[in-house]
Structure formats: C-alpha cells, structure tokens
C-alpha cells in the first residue's frame, strides 16, 4: 500500500507563503501524474493543481492559478505545492495524490491563513 506523508502547512497571516511536501513510498511513482487538492470542513474534498508524470505540464483550479505552483521530484519522489500570497479562503486540510485520487487518503496536512 503506498504511504503518503506530508510535510509543511501551519498557520500564516494573508499574503504570507507556505510550502507543502509530500514523499511517496512508491518506486512507481514516475507513472503517475500528481495532484494536491483540499478540504473544508464540512465540505467535499477540491482540486487544487496536477502535474504529468514527467512534470511536463501543470494545471490549477483557478482560485489559486498564478499564487500556487506545483511541483515534482522523480528521483526523491516527492510532489510540493507553493502557496504564495495566501489569502483567508486557502485555510483549509491539503491532501497529496494521484491526479484519479487512486491512492488512500492521508490525513492531510492543515493551512490557516489568518487576516
């Protein structure tokens, strides 16, 4: 079963940056395209960005396209997500995956961006 553990998040104030990182526990990790996507309470879990298998190509919910950048690294197979100029509506769990959610749920990692 792929683990998937997360790093980073905590609590910012608004227009701050944050960094989230998460390391997979599988040597196929290069077949799969990535993706970061969020939860609010009481709400369904969001896409956030993917990336392709090779990093070749990204995309963005556009609530975050221009603040947020997606990234891999195939050799250490981690997947990060950058999040600048956070704003209050961001607060929220981040959850890593494949781009189909084909892995189990993590616990997530929790952002609060505070005013």
């Known amino acids: 079963q792929v683990q998937l553990r997360q790093y980073g998040g905590g609590v910012v104030q608004a227009g701050d940056s944050l960094t989230l990182s998460c390391e997979v526990s599988t040597y196929s990790f290069t077949s799969y395209a990535l993706a970061w996507f969020r939860q609010f309470p009481e709400k369904e879990r969001e896409f956030v960005a993917a990336?392709?298998?090779?990093?070749?190509?990204?995309d963005y919910a556009d609530s975050v396209r221009g603040r947020f950048t997606i990234s891999r690294d195939n050799v250490k197979r981690m997947v990060y997500l950058q999040m600048d100029n956070l704003k209050p509506e961001d607060t929220a769990a981040y959850f890593c995956?494949?781009?189909?959610?084909?892995?189990?749920w993590g616990p997530g990692t929790q952002v609060t961006v505070s005013l």
């Open positions: 995956n494949t781009g189909r959610g084909d892995w189990s």
């Open positions: 990336i392709t298998h090779n990093g070749g190509a990204t």
